[in-house]
Nanobody, 114 residues
């Protein structure tokens, strides 16, 4: 079964940027859609961004214009570039594949604070 590993999180000041990576253990060439979610403590999962195999991207309203999703199929990696970060963006971030099997990354902490 494919495994997903997120990296690139950590602490950043308000207004700063981070780039998250989601690296798969095998080829993602045939994966139609890969998503980024986040979940803050006590809150529901929030869908942030979606990218399909033809590199078409869609975004949730709360991050549109600030976040950019991309994928590099040769590196088996999906990225989430996050700009203009605010304290409200503090959360655990996950990448996700829904088909043919449901797979979640382990989650990675992003903290936006002075």
């Amino acid at each position: 079964q494919v495994q997903l590993v997120e990296s690139g999180g950590g602490l950043v000041q308000p207004g700063g940027s981070l780039r998250l990576s989601c690296t798969a253990s095998e080829s993602i060439q045939s994966v139609y859609e890969i998503d980024w979610f986040r979940q803050a403590p006590g809150e529901q999962y929030e869908l942030l961004a979606v990218i399909t195999s033809d590199h078409t991207a869609k975004y949730g309203e709360s991050v549109k214009g600030r976040f950019t999703i991309s994928r590099d199929d040769h590196k088996n990696t999906v990225y989430l570039q996050m700009n203009s970060l605010e304290p409200e963006d503090t959360s655990v971030y996950y990448c996700y594949i829904g088909r043919p099997f449901e797979v979640w990354g382990q989650g990675i902490q992003v903290t936006v604070s002075t």
